[in-house]
């Protein structure tokens, strides 16, 4: 069936260094990631998004790359801020169920001033 | 308003009683979405309209679920006889239409609680 999970449940980083979330996806009919933030009490916030048609896409201090190979996904922040902790989703999309994203379990992280 | 807004922000409520949690999407969405977020893990999809017909209810776990959406704005998720397992975040993301994309905006979700 289709599943998302995460490798690393908790994460704790310096502040200024890079943070690197990992994701695995199951479902090779995937073609739509999606990263999202959620902080405490609030929804989950999207950051950035990639198509399977693309194996890199760059933001603001953040970088989604896929590998579709292995059916990986990572989240990389840059110059990781106090303000990036939070717990981080990855959601995936296939053609078959487009109206909807099922997410992963999240990997929390911290970072440490 | 400016987002989606979910009420009541907190519910608590006994074993075996009936609660309404209200969705207030984002003007001009026609596309809305309910998912559910126990502790320490991702949403799960529990039903999905577009306007005022539900899409996609694959997701509502069983017949004590149950939601509404009678004129394409407004939507009700509706829980009969609640059981402690209900216990959970309930997430209301609206969007313009379509497949699902980066105009999907979550709500700051209903903390439910049967004690």
């Known amino acids: 069936g289709e599943s998302v999970g995460l490798h690393l449940p908790t994460l704790s980083v310096q502040e200024g260094d890079n943070s690197i979330i990992n994701c695995a996806y199951s479902?090779?009919?995937?073609?739509?990631f999606i990263w999202y933030k959620q902080e405490s009490g609030k929804g989950p916030q999207f950051i950035i998004d990639i198509r399977s048609n693309m194996d890199k896409r760059q933001g603001q201090r953040v970088t989604v790359l896929l590998n579709k190979t292995v059916k990986h996904l990572s989240l990389q922040i840059a110059a990781t801020q106090p303000g990036d902790s939070a717990v981080y989703f990855c959601?995936?999309?296939?053609?078959?169920?487009?109206?909807?994203?099922?997410f992963g379990p999240g990997t929390s992280l911290s970072v440490i001033p | 308003g400016a987002g989606v807004s979910q009420t009541p922000s907190n519910k608590v409520t006994e074993k075996g009683k009936y609660v309404e949690l209200r969705c207030d999407p984002i003007?001009?969405?026609?596309?809305l979405y309910w998912y559910r977020q126990s502790l320490g893990q991702g949403p799960e999809f529990l039903i999905y309209f577009q306007g005022t017909g539900a899409a996609d209810d694959s997701g509502l776990p069983n017949d004590r679920f149950f939601a509404v959406r009678p004129e394409g704005s407004v939507s009700t998720l509706k829980i009969q006889r609640t059981e402690r397992g209900d216990s959970a975040v309930y997430l209301c993301a609206s969007s313009p239409g379509g497949p699902w994309s980066t105009e999907a905006f979550f709500g700051q979700g209903t903390r439910l609680t049967v004690v």
């Open positions: 959601a995936e999309n296939t053609p078959t169920s487009y109206d909807k994203v099922i």
């Open positions: 479902n090779s009919a995937s073609d739509y």
């Open positions: 003007s001009g969405h026609t596309a």
